[in-house]
C-alpha cells in the first residue's frame, strides 16, 4: 500500500524521553510515599497520562493529586529533559525520508501535553518536518488509547485514516492507531515487548528507527506481527 501519510508517535518513537520523564515522575513519587523502581514506574504509567492515574497514584499516596503537584511535576520533568534529552536512533532520518515519501503529509500525534511535545521536537531538531502538524491528546475529548488525536492528524493533512501509516511504540498507543482504522507498525528494539505490541494489534514490528526509509522504498513491511 502507498500511504497518503506517516503519523509518528513522540515519546519512544522519536525522542529517548521516557527513563527521563519517568526518572523524575518516581522522584515526585516517592517523595510523597509511593516508592518504587524506575523499571516498576514505568510498566504503571508509560503510555498513559499522569492525570488518567489520579486515582492509583491517590490510593498509593494517600494524598490527592492536585493541580500544585503537576505543576512541580511538569517544572522538573522539563528541566530534565532540557539537559539530557536526545532523539532516537535514527528519527531524524525517518522523518525526513517520510516527509520526502508523502510531500510532506507527516505528523506527530502523541498522548504527552503540548509543551512537552514542542520542547522535545525543538530541542532535537525535528520540529520544522512537522510544522503546525502537532497534536496533542491532551487537547481532545479523550486521549490514547482512543483515536481522537490519530484522526485529528489524518484530517488535518486530507488523508483518509486507512491510508496513514502510524508509527508507535507502547500497547496504548498502538491501539489509538489501529482504533482509528490506520495501518500501525511498532518500533520494537527490545525483544521481550513484543508480545506485548502484538496483543495490542500492531500490524507489523521493527527494530531500528534508521532501518524505515529502506523498508518505505522497499514497498514492503517489516516483519509481520
Known amino acids: 500500500m502507498k500511504f497518503e501519510a506517516i503519523l509518528f508517535d513522540c515519546d519512544g518513537v522519536l525522542?529517548?524521553?521516557?527513563?527521563?520523564?519517568?526518572?523524575?515522575l518516581r522522584e515526585l513519587l516517592a517523595d510523597s510515599g509511593w516508592d518504587m523502581p524506575l523499571a516498576e514506574c514505568m510498566r504503571h504509567f508509560i503510555g498513559r497520562?499522569?492525570?488518567?492515574?489520579?486515582?492509583?497514584?491517590?490510593?498509593?499516596?494517600g494524598r490527592p493529586l492536585t493541580d500544585a503537584w503537576m505543576a512541580e511535576f511538569y517544572a522538573r520533568r522539563?528541566?530534565?529533559?532540557?539537559?539530557?534529552?536526545?532523539?532516537?536512533?535514527?528519527?531524524?532520518?525517518?522523518?525526513?525520508?517520510?516527509?520526502?515519501?508523502?510531500?510532506?503529509?507527516?505528523?506527530?500525534?502523541?498522548?504527552?501535553?503540548?509543551?512537552?511535545?514542542?520542547?522535545?521536537?525543538?530541542?532535537?531538531?525535528?520540529?520544522?518536518?512537522?510544522g503546525p502538524h502537532v497534536f496533542s491528546?491532551?487537547?481532545?475529548?479523550?486521549?490514547?488509547?482512543?483515536?481522537?488525536?490519530?484522526?485529528?492528524?489524518?484530517?488535518?493533512l486530507g488523508a483518509a485514516p486507512r491510508r496513514c501509516l502510524v508509527i508507535e511504540d507502547t500497547p496504548t498507543g498502538i491501539q489509538a492507531g489501529v482504533a482509528a482504522g490506520a495501518?500501525?507498525?511498532?518500533?520494537?528494539?527490545?525483544?521481550?515487548?513484543?508480545?506485548?505490541?502484538?496483543?495490542a494489534g500492531a500490524h507489523a514490528l521493527f527494530d531500528s528507527m534508521a532501518g524505515l526509509p529502506a523498508l518505505w522504498q522497499a514497498g514492503r513491511a517489516p516483519r509481520s506481527a
Open 49 to 61: 497520562t499522569v492525570r488518567s492515574q489520579a486515582a492509583l497514584i491517590e490510593a498509593r499516596t
Open 183 to 199: 495501518t500501525v507498525w511498532a518500533y520494537c528494539p527490545r525483544p521481550d515487548e513484543a508480545d506485548a505490541l502484538i496483543a
Open 78 to 130: 522539563d528541566a530534565r529533559l532540557r539537559q539530557q534529552l536526545q532523539p532516537i536512533d535514527g528519527a531524524a532520518q525517518a522523518v525526513r525520508a517520510a516527509h520526502a515519501l508523502t510531500g510532506g503529509r507527516i505528523a506527530c500525534a502523541s498522548g504527552a501535553d503540548r509543551g512537552k511535545l514542542v520542547l522535545q521536537l525543538a530541542h532535537t531538531g525535528l520540529a520544522p518536518w512537522f
Open 137 to 156: 491528546g491532551h487537547e481532545l475529548p479523550r486521549s490514547k488509547p482512543f483515536p481522537d488525536v490519530y484522526l485529528a492528524a489524518a484530517a488535518a
Open 15 to 24: 525522542v529517548d524521553s521516557e527513563p527521563i520523564t519517568h526518572g523524575v
